[in-house]
């Protein structure tokens, strides 16, 4: 039941993001609906993962004292988010190139996610890690095979904003090279967000399953150990 709360509402929040938002990012300073929609869309998607990881909680709890704790988690994220947003904000703002300031910000939610749901395993699923396990290889490929995608499309737009610019020349000297160049740049990024959606939809869903596979194989293996069979 938990991975799928996990999947569908990764892939909702993926969904949505896209749509309302374009991507998930809090712009300090400009407090308009996107800001409200996306600070919503963070809550709900942290406070839904944070009940995919409590159901795996062996301890058990009743299910209002949950959803309200999945709620108070949520808000707390959401206003983590929120100030890492801000931070973040410095660094995009100097860029030149809005390609580079995207993938800055997906970059960010990429990191985020995956420490609130590293945070969730440790704190509300309450699993402990140790070794590495073979197992557990497949899932890491995956994940690197997915940022190597998302790399490869980065450097894609750039190589194309480069070439519109030499194949155009004519056009670009009538309106500046460098207001060109942002031009350009706003328009592949605003393209490259579609990509930059479903790779943290792809990396978020790949992780859990590999957290929780991970999970399985440390409660695994501490029962054969209790059993005192061989390893």
Known sequence: MDIVIAVVSTIVFGIFSKALVNIPYMTWGIFDWTFAVTFILWLLYMASLYVAAKIQDKNGERNWKIILKSLIFGTAAALVKMGIDAAVQKIAANQDNMIYAAAIME????????????????????????????????????????????????????????????????????????????????????????????????????????????SEEIEKHNKTYKRGDTI
């Open 107 to 214: 970059l960010e939610i990429l990191l985020f996610g995956s420490a609130a749901m590293l945070f969730l395993y440790f704190f509300a699923a309450k699993k402990k890690f140790t070794a590495w396990k073979p197992s557990l290889n497949v899932y890491a490929a995956v994940g690197g095979s997915i940022l190597a995608v998302y790399m490869a499309v980065i450097y894609y737009y750039l190589f194309k904003i480069k070439w519109v610019m030499e194949r155009f020349s004519g056009a670009v000297q009538e309106v500046g090279t460098e207001q060109a160049k942002w031009n350009l740049s706003v328009k592949f990024a605003r393209e490259s967000a579609v990509m930059g959606m479903l790779v943290y939809v792809a990396f978020f869903i790949t992780l859990w399953l590999g957290l929780r596979k991970w």
